[in-house]
């Protein structure tokens, strides 16, 4: 794992610890916002490892908003430490482990929440292939780095302020083009 | 023969739209072909079938396929050509001395196979290829806002790039469902409303950018108040 990876997960470990170590209402919020932490370095280095936690957070921050204070965050905690001493060891195999575990528990709090939970990794994805489109990745390449299809990414790009791009060609030079075409 | 190659971009936003049908009279009138690749097919068809959504929609697009509205280019040549300009396209922008890849292999395959076809126009939605085509300045410039860093410009990827592809003109799916209003393609929807013909282009304008289409509400002002004048 790329050091400048491994440094910015290791402070999103400990701020994601930070957020669950006393449960408020603020929580959802906050780790919303630090999901977007590691979008950077998912942008230039384009590993799994950025953007599994990025999806990680997002759906934590759904999950708990869904289960309204009933969430075990004794749980959360003590896997979110295991994988913070696995990459402070240098033990990415481990790291990577304990990440499946996190979204396995995450998968399984309630069998009534199932589809719902698929539903809020499927919508994280998205969200952060629209954030990586936004740092500068093509719509094709951010597809394929979160394993998603462009009709999904797509469909959410267009409903965000990303499709308002101004440069190349003027609208009236590419529209007379068009009309050229089709005389 | 005269050729319009097709981006994945376009055909989800005209399917999604409901108007993946205008390709067969767009295509008549043109009297050339339309084209996509493997690569492009395998993003519209392949990938949402394996999934749960966007199912009915591929379904529609390989119909389009299937009936030969479009067609499925190849040549020995595509892919060397694809992964050369893939390379140059991954290796313009520098954050320190690491290339940031910007791009994918089938958006790519569209730009080659409009080179090897010496394509009338290649259609696509997607900013990237775009700014990457005629205004890398701003694409740089995008880069580096978001990334909140110094990008660095790889000036001979970048210049070996342009030289290839310099004579592919682009279009959106914005220009394609303007030129069929133009022609009256879309006729049928003009209904018993205050001012139906703007309506209607405001409709379909917008229907297409919030499905992804790269297109300013400017843009879409500007087209509209062209084509009013032209088609009052």
């Not at chain 1, 491994?6 to 408020?24: G, H, N, Q």
């Not at chain 2, 993003?43 to 389009?64: G, M, N, S, W, Y």
């Not at chain 2, 990334?147 to 070996?160: A, M, Q």
Request: glycine letters at 6%; proline letters at 2%.
């Amino acid at each position: 794992m790329n050091e400048v990876v491994k440094k910015d997960i290791l402070e999103v470990l400990s701020d994601v610890a930070e957020i669950l170590r006393v449960e408020e209402e603020k929580d959802v919020t906050e780790l919303r916002e630090l999901s977007n932490h590691t979008i950077h370095n998912a942008s230039i280095f384009q590993d799994e490892d950025s953007v599994s936690i990025a999806i990680l957070i997002y759906s934590l921050s759904k999950v708990i908003e869904r289960r309204e204070g009933k969430m075990n965050y004794k749980v959360l905690l003590r896997l979110i430490d295991d994988a913070k001493k696995s990459l402070e060891k240098e033990n990415v195999d481990e790291y990577r482990k304990v990440i499946r575990k996190l979204f396995d528990f995450i998968s399984t709090i309630d069998t009534k929440l199932k589809l719902y939970i698929e539903e809020v990794i499927n919508q994280a994805e998205i969200k952060k292939g629209g954030k990586l489109y936004a740092h500068g990745i093509s719509l094709g390449r951010a597809s394929e780095i979160l394993g998603i299809s462009q009709w999904e990414l797509m469909f959410y790009i267009g409903k965000t302020s990303l499709t308002d791009v101004k440069g190349g060609v003027g609208v009236k030079e590419r529209l007379n083009y068009a009309r050229g075409l089709f005389k | 023969m005269k050729v319009i190659v097709f981006d994945t971009g376009p055909i989800i936003s005209l399917t999604i739209n409901n108007l993946l049908g205008l390709l067969t009279n767009l295509k008549e009138k043109y009297r050339g072909g339309f084209y996509i690749t493997a690569a492009i097919r395998r993003e519209l068809i392949e990938r949402p079938l394996a999934t749960k959504k966007f199912k009915f929609e591929a379904l529609q697009v390989l119909r389009c396929i299937n009936s030969d509205i479009l067609e499925v280019f190849d040549s020995p040549e595509l892919k060397g050509k694809t992964l050369h300009l893939l390379d140059l396209a991954n290796r313009c922008f520098f954050v320190k001395d690491k290339p940031i890849q910007i791009s994918h292999f089938a958006e790519i395959t569209g730009i080659a196979a409009s080179i090897l076809n010496n394509a009338e126009a290649f259609v696509v939605d997607e900013r990237n290829t775009r700014l990457l085509i005629e205004d890398p300045k701003r694409l740089q410039d995008i880069l580096s806002k978001r990334l909140h860093t110094k990008i660095s410009l790889d000036k001979n990827s970048l210049r070996e790039f342009r030289e290839m592809s310099k004579g592919v003109k682009l279009i959106r799916s914005v220009e394609l469902v303007s030129i069929a209003y133009e022609l009256g393609l879309l006729d049928k929807y003009l209904v018993n409303i205050p001012d139906p013909k703007r309506t209607l282009l405001e409709a379909v304008l917008w229907g297409v950018k919030l499905n992804g289409c790269s297109v300013s509400e400017k843009e879409i002002e500007e087209i509209v108040k062209m084509e009013i004048k032209q088609k009052p």
